[in-house]
Every structure is written in structure tokens, then in C-alpha cells.
Antibody, heavy 118, light 106 residues
Framework: QVQLVESGGGLVKPGGSLRLSCAAS????????MSWIRQTPGKGLEWISY????????YYADSVKGRFTISRDNAKNSLYLQMNRLRADDTAVYYC???????????WGQGTLVTVSS | DIQMTQSPSSLSASVGDRVTITCRAS??????LNWYQQKSGKAPKLLIY???TLHSGVPSRFSGSGSGTDFTLTISSLQSEDFATYYC?????????FGQGTKLQI
């Protein structure tokens, strides 16, 4: 069965960096777009980025463009999110998700909490 | 950006009730509309994609309809495990925006 496991979250100071990872199993990873979504109590669910199976097509939400970088390693069945210049409003639970045929997020990881605070 | 507006924001119901949640897009999205269920402390789960197609393993008491800008999620007979928060999401164009959620409670 499809399994997605995020890691790398934690406490970081404003202006700092963090790298999230998502280990995928149960499907042919390189065949699918993957995405990162975050959730805060105040702003709800926010899609932040996705990447094509080959890694050649990438989109970012305006809120993270220029600060976050999505990438993948198909040999390792892994998805990454490099987060730089972190701000307090980046504090959220970050989920990775597999993208389905119509762009839906058909499977999600359990999430990893990122807290940006001094 | 396409704005997604759900109503109501919260809803009280009882086991066995028929419940409908609506979602409106700020511009047409054809049928690029998905519904998710999220229980407290857990990740969202896909219920319905492409407005009306049930995701694998989702009970048939869930159904979705609509196209263009107006969509509905219906639960035909509420079960105790259905009390959760429901989100709609458009995947017509990036950013793939979500609605603010509808909390379904007893």
C-alpha cells in the first residue's frame, strides 16, 4: 500500500533553514507528481509546491517562492523541501502528498511540525 | 488565485442524518474539485475527486456533485466515524487552493 513518511521538522529560529524529507513506498515513485502542503490553525490548508515525476516541472505558491525549493531523488523514492529564510508565519504542519490523475492529493503522509520561533 | 468558499463553517448533526456541505469557487473550475476528510490530529484523506468520483475505499454514503463554480458533498446517512472536518479543493489551476473547512460535529 502507499506509504509516505515525512521527517526533518523541528524548531528553527527566524531566518534559519530546514530540510524536510518524505520517504515514499508502495507505488512507482518516478511516475507521479508529488506535492507539499502545510496546515496552520489560522490559515488552514495551504498548497505550497509540486514537482513532476521527472523533476522538470515545478510550481510554488507565491508565499514560498524564492525561499523554498522542492526536489526529488527517484532512485531513493524520496521527496524533499529545502526551506530557507524561514519566518514565523511558516510555522505549520507540513505534509507530503502523492498527486493523483486529476491533480488531487490521493495519499498523504502523517505530517511533520515546523516551528519558527526565537 | 481561485478562492474556495465552503458553507456552513460548522454543522451539528446526528447519526443517521443526511448532510450536505457546499463549496463555491470564485471562477469556473469545470469539475476539478476534490473533497477531503480530516480527523483531529490526523492528515487529510481524499474522499472524492473530479467532483463526483469516489476515491478507493470510500463508503458509498459519500457522494459529490457539481460543476463550474458550485459543488456539494453529501453524506446520505451519517455514521459516528464521519464526524470530522471536510475541505474542498480546486485543482483547475495553481495555486491549488482549499476551502476553509466545514466542521461536522454531533
Amino acid at each position: 500500500q502507499v506509504q509516505l513518511v515525512e521527517s526533518g521538522g523541528g524548531l528553527v529560529k527566524p531566518g534559519g533553514s530546514l530540510r524536510l524529507s518524505c520517504a515514499a513506498s508502495g507505488f512507482t515513485f518516478s511516475d507521479y507528481y508529488m506535492s507539499w502542503i502545510r496546515q496552520t490553525p489560522g490559515k488552514g490548508l495551504e498548497w505550497i509546491s509540486y514537482i513532476s515525476g521527472s523533476g522538470t516541472t515545478i510550481y510554488y505558491a507565491d508565499s514560498v517562492k524564492g525561499r523554498f525549493t522542492i526536489s526529488r531523488d527517484n532512485a531513493k523514492n524520496s521527496l524533499y523541501l529545502q526551506m530557507n529564510r524561514l519566518r514565523a508565519d511558516d510555522t505549520a504542519v507540513y505534509y507530503c502528498a502523492k498527486v493523483g490523475a486529476t491533480g488531487d492529493f490521493d495519499y498523504w503522509g502523517q505530517g511533520t511540525l515546523v516551528t519558527v520561533s526565537s | 488565485d481561485i478562492q474556495m468558499t465552503q458553507s456552513p463553517s460548522s454543522l451539528s448533526a446526528s447519526v443517521g442524518d443526511r448532510v450536505t456541505i457546499t463549496c463555491r469557487a470564485s471562477q469556473t473550475i469545470n469539475t476539478y474539485l476534490n473533497w477531503y476528510q480530516q480527523k483531529s490530529g490526523k492528515a487529510p484523506k481524499l474522499l472524492i475527486y473530479a467532483a463526483s468520483t469516489l476515491h478507493s475505499g470510500v463508503p458509498s454514503r459519500f457522494s459529490g456533485s457539481g460543476s463550474g463554480t458550485d459543488f456539494t458533498l453529501t453524506i446520505s446517512s451519517l455514521q459516528s466515524e464521519d464526524f470530522a472536518t471536510y475541505y474542498c479543493q480546486q485543482t483547475y489551476s495553481p495555486p491549488k487552493t482549499f476551502g476553509q473547512g466545514t466542521k461536522l460535529q454531533i
